[in-house]
């Protein structure tokens, strides 16, 4: 009725995802390897099948002691449900997957939910699902007139501007910008007094240009020979990502971020995919999130997550024998 695929049945878990359309590149092992690697645990994909139909969910298994935990990799992701009958299919896969997660010494769970599959819902009746904040994508089925009607009109001024300024982006399958994406990126956390978790080592970098070869892309905003704005995007056939970015402070004025986003969006259409996902803000409707908007005022959709104790007693005992130093943080042993 189950089975748990591993980073060496590659070629039967991409075989599971054919399953399924329309799926994130966030559900491929490569991607999964990856954040495993940062999490230290080991990336899993729990497969649940009957008759009538199949779920698979990806996630990654961290020990805590003597016991486990899982967490979904960083991005969008979550059981996703093949079947004529979703509502009770999931209902078994839950039944299912928390008597594994009783059996194997799992403590908590952690679903960080995909906004545009809204696999959310039929999850919801069987662990505690909240909505975390909302976000932005672009719809790139619809008409190019379409899209760019539905920018803001500051987001069009804006690019236009660019334009006149001589601003160019460039575009590539390849990390040859990688060391000028690097630097900015790192000056915009520096500006932005960000915490250590969006630090990236080199190595990491170098597994994405490994591990996602033809998923990955830099874009670039060129001004007078010089890179002043950087973007490391994920896509597939159907998704694309703002994964990591910035602009240099010195160059906001020229607009260059419209412009790059302006111009990714066309090469993704061009290339036939369906969906630029954006993301949303550190807040709801802060800077960030309304500069995002501005490029799809009707492009919206929230970003939910699950969270469930599994052995209630054991997280007790964990969390007071590694307190957190945030008392929002899930689970509360790792804060």
Not at 99 to 112: A, D, K, P, S, W
Not at 188 to 209: M, P, S, V, W
Not at 252 to 260: G, H, S, T
Request: aromatic content about 16%.
């Amino acid at each position: 009725m189950y089975r748990v695929l591993g980073p060496a049945d590659k070629e039967e878990w991409v075989g599971m995802l054919a399953l399924f359309k329309e799926l994130d590149v966030h559900y491929y092992p490569e991607y999964c390897r990856l954040f495993a690697a940062e999490e230290k645990g080991e990336a899993r994909m729990f497969v649940f099948q009957k008759e009538a139909g199949t779920v698979i969910y990806p996630f990654i298994m961290r020990r805590i002691d003597e016991y486990c935990d899982i967490t979904t990799p960083y991005g969008y992701g979550g059981p996703v449900v093949a079947g004529p009958d979703g509502e009770n299919l999931a209902g078994d896969f839950r039944a299912c997957f928390e008597r594994y997660c009783l059996e194997q010494g799992i403590v908590t769970e952690f679903i960080r939910f995909h906004p545009l599959l809204e696999n959310h819902r039929l999850m919801a009746p069987y662990l505690p699902v909240g909505r975390f904040s909302t976000v932005v994508y672009v719809d790139l089925t619809r008409p190019e007139e379409e899209i760019r009607a539905g920018y803001g009109y500051n987001n069009r001024k804006n690019i236009n501007k660019a334009v006149r300024a001589g601003l160019e982006v460039v575009i590539e399958e390849a990390p040859d910008h990688f060391a000028e994406f690097k630097h900015i990126y790192n000056h915009t956390l520096q500006r932005n007094r960000a915490g250590r978790h969006y630090y990236f080592t080199d190595e990491f970098f170098e597994k994405i240009h490994r591990l996602l070869a033809g998923r990955f892309l830099y874009a670039c905003t060129v001004y007078k020979g010089s890179v002043i704005a950087a973007e490391l995007l994920l896509f597939n056939h159907h998704y694309i990502h703002s994964f990591l970015g910035g602009t240099l402070a010195e160059y906001f004025e020229l607009r260059p971020a419209n412009l790059l986003k302006h111009r990714v969006a066309g090469w993704a259409k061009a290339k036939g995919i369906k969906r630029f996902i954006l993301g949303g803000g550190r807040e709801e409707e802060d800077g960030i999130f309304r500069f995002k908007k501005s490029f799809s005022r009707d492009g919206l959709a929230g970003y939910y997550l699950g969270k469930k104790i599994h052995l209630p007693d054991v997280e007790q005992r964990l969390a007071e024998l590694y307190p957190a130093g945030r008392a929002d943080y899930f689970p509360r042993y790792r804060g």
